[in-house]
């Protein structure tokens, strides 16, 4: 085991790796995809949340095998063995400005909830730079303690999903799913492309591989996390139509917190989405500490340089301004429904992957011939 810029390489057990996978699938998603889904599909949501995880499973498939081929390097490494220095450094940077949006959006998302639901009048930029100054904190702590901190919370994420489902069942109405079967397949599709989009953020396992102890697991942490991850965010778009039909669903943004504040627990907890909140915070923190780990050591390794911290610390003000530049919460929401689906995804999470794992086995076969 060497030891990289403080962080032990590699530091993480497949179970690790996959509590960090759905952390980041699921905290967001689980909040902010049943909405514009649902827009989309009507009451067929849920089910386009199963055919975008069929397509993410595929996805995850082709990651893990191309980054198992260079177990000991990240995506931002081996795509110059691949493509060349000048080519690999290009698709290194493009992987790396995916990754910068993602961060800079989910910052922004970050603050929304507690704007719209905590009666506290603080400046979301405040908000902003004081969650940026904890990420740059985690960064400097290390991956191991960032892992550490990810299995702890999946252990709330569970029982709060299990109350989730359970809560609302005195006010389930089967008839808001009926017809069950889709009279127009085409826009059940079409929705599954923003749950798809999302849950394809496993992508960041060309980033994570190196860093996993037993090589031989990562395909099943990996694909058992996806898969874990699409069936609660599914489960939840169910249970949202069913409690408060579609109509509500697809025009509330936050329909999860608006799900959570209709149920109720006895009597000391009648406000739940404080609950939610509180796992939101959680959860999207972790997130922001992933990525900002994994953009500090791929602006590294990219830039041929031997420490990462310096480079979190470049990166933080940068990433808090850039959050600012949207004015209004659908400035926010229009870039993963528009941007994100109809580019990032087909041509980052998907096509760059598969491009990357082809020529790398014909150029592994034409060495072994």
Not at 156 to 171: G, T
Not at 280 to 294: A, D, N, P, Q
Not at 331 to 360: E, G
């Amino acid at each position: 085991m060497d030891k990289k810029n403080g962080t032990e390489k590699p530091c993480l057990s497949h179970h690790q790796y996959a509590c960090l996978i759905i952390n980041t699938l699921v905290s967001i998603s689980a909040f902010m995809i049943p909405s514009p889904t649902v827009y989309t599909s009507k009451q067929y949501g849920a089910l386009s949340v199963l055919i975008g995880l069929v397509q993410v499973i595929v996805i995850g498939y082709l990651v893990v095998k191309l980054g198992l081929m260079y177990p000991d390097k990240t995506v931002i490494e081996y795509s110059q063995d691949i493509l060349g220095k000048v080519a690999g450094k290009i698709v290194g940077l493009i992987f790396l400005l995916t990754f910068f949006s993602v961060n800079v959006l989910a910052l922004r998302q970050f603050t929304l909830p507690f704007q719209a639901f905590v009666s506290v009048d603080i400046p979301y930029t405040v908000i902003l730079i004081m969650t940026m100054i904890l990420v740059v904190y985690v960064l400097a702590k290390g991956l191991k303690t960032l892992s550490i901190c990810s299995e702890l919370i999946i252990n709330f994420l569970a029982i709060f999903f299990i109350l989730l489902m359970i809560l609302p069942m005195r006010n389930l109405d089967w008839i808001n799913i009926k017809p069950l079967v889709p009279h127009d397949w085409g826009m059940t599709i079409k929705g599954s492309f923003l749950s798809a989009s999302f849950l394809a953020e496993d992508i960041i396992g060309l980033m994570l591989i190196p860093y996993v102890k037993d090589k031989k697991k990562i395909m099943k942490s990996n694909q058992l996390a996806v898969l874990i991850s699409g069936l609660c965010i599914s489960g939840v778009t169910a249970v949202e139509i069913l409690t408060m039909g579609y109509e509500r669903v697809d025009s509330t943004i936050f329909s999860t917190f608006m799900l959570l504040r209709e149920a109720q627990f006895s009597q000391t907890l009648e406000r739940l989405e404080s609950v939610a909140i509180a796992m939101w915070g959680g959860l999207v923190f972790i997130k922001l500490s992933l990525y900002m780990f994994i953009l500090a050591e791929g602006f590294r390794e990219w830039l041929g340089l031997k420490d990462n911290k310096k480079i979190g610390f470049i990166l933080a003000p940068i990433i808090v301004i850039c959050s600012m530049i949207p004015q209004n919460i659908t400035q926010v929401v229009r870039f993963p429904n528009h941007v994100w689906v109809s580019y990032v995804y087909p041509i980052v999470l998907f096509a760059l992957p598969i491009l990357l794992l082809l020529i790398s086995v014909i150029k592994k076969r034409g060495e072994k011939n």
